[in-house]
């Protein structure tokens, strides 16, 4: 069993930044590929980046250029930089890890809110 604890998360205004943290239980987290989604009122929750255990990253278009993933395997980690923040940004973030026998995350964090308002 992996936990996935997320933290960061909070009020910016508009073209802000904020860094969410991952950090994850076990011993196998830097054989994981881990990714951030998010989901806001009334919407699916979507893939917003990834990060595969030898660091090829991937990101949603809506957020590409503005937002980066890395992942700390010595910390058992990963982050999520969001810069330039716009208000359709606001909703749930999560964190969640998938092994690599399997073609889905299995394991997610609790999330954590992310609101862009002036």
């Known amino acids: 069993q992996v936990q996935l604890v997320e933290s960061g998360g909070g009020l910016v205004q508009p073209g802000g930044s904020l860094r969410l943290s991952c950090a994850a239980s076990?011993?196998?987290?830097?054989?994981?590929?881990m990714g951030w989604y998010r989901q806001a009122p009334g919407s699916q929750r979507e893939l917003v980046a990834g990060?595969?255990?030898?660091?090829?990253?991937t990101y949603a278009d809506s957020v590409s250029r503005r937002f980066t993933i890395s992942r700390d395997n010595a910390k058992n980690t990963v982050y999520l930089q969001m810069n330039s923040l716009k208000p359709e940004d606001t909703a749930v973030y999560y964190c969640?890890?998938?092994?690599?026998?399997?073609?889905?995350?299995?394991?997610w964090g609790q999330g954590t809110q992310v609101t862009v308002s002036s």
């Open positions: 969640a890890s998938r092994p690599p026998d399997s073609s889905r995350p299995l394991y």
């Open positions: 990060i595969t255990h030898g660091g090829i990253t």
């Open positions: 076990g011993s196998r987290f830097s054989i994981f590929t």
